[in-house]
């Protein structure tokens, strides 16, 4: 069974609701959820916030983050889920913002620094991950990356049959 269908089976037996907010997968995480048939039932949507501009004001990012940590940094992956939470209603959010290269890197952030967020009713977790792949690889990493991270934090929570 593939991870959004673990998921998506998850999250229906909570009557959960997810959301997402992408940076650099471009809306990759919400193509693999929507693949599921019936993802409906509990994806409300995701946004794909690239520029500052667009974190600041479609998800509620404050300038201040990014300007003291940057984008790809646990403030403001945490910063975007809760915002993507909040804007869509959502019980469970999860946020990806990560330097897919080729060009970009830092010596403190090289490319392939990925942060992934989720927070929910009784959690907020952020991971930091460093990819070493191209472009592409690196985004379909991240978002391999966050489904377990959803999964696993789903599992470790999941009610008592």
Not at 33 to 59: C, Q, R, W
Not at 72 to 94: D, I, Y
Not at 112 to 139: C, H, M, Y
Request: hydrophobic content about 40%; charged content about 20%.
């Amino acid at each position: 069974m593939k991870l959004e269908e673990h998921i998506g089976i998850l999250l229906r037996e909570r009557h959960w609701k997810l959301a997402l907010a992408e940076s650099c997968t471009g809306g990759l995480l919400g193509h693999r959820i929507t693949n599921v048939p019936g993802s409906s039932d509990y994806f409300l949507g995701g946004i794909v916030a690239y520029a500052y501009e667009a974190k600041v004001h479609l998800l509620g990012v404050r300038w201040e983050t990014l300007q003291t940590y940057g984008a790809v940094s646990r403030e403001t992956v945490l910063e975007m889920a809760h915002g993507a939470r909040q804007r869509l209603g959502a019980e469970v959010a999860v946020s990806i913002s990560g330097i897919a290269g080729p060009g970009g890197g830092t010596p403190e952030k090289p490319v392939g620094t990925t942060w992934i967020g989720l927070v929910a009713p009784d959690a907020e977790q952020a991971k930091r991950f460093l990819f070493s792949g191209d472009r592409e690889g690196n985004k379909q990493q991240a978002v391999e990356a966050a489904l377990r991270l959803l999964l696993d934090y789903l599992i470790s929570t999941s009610p008592a049959p």
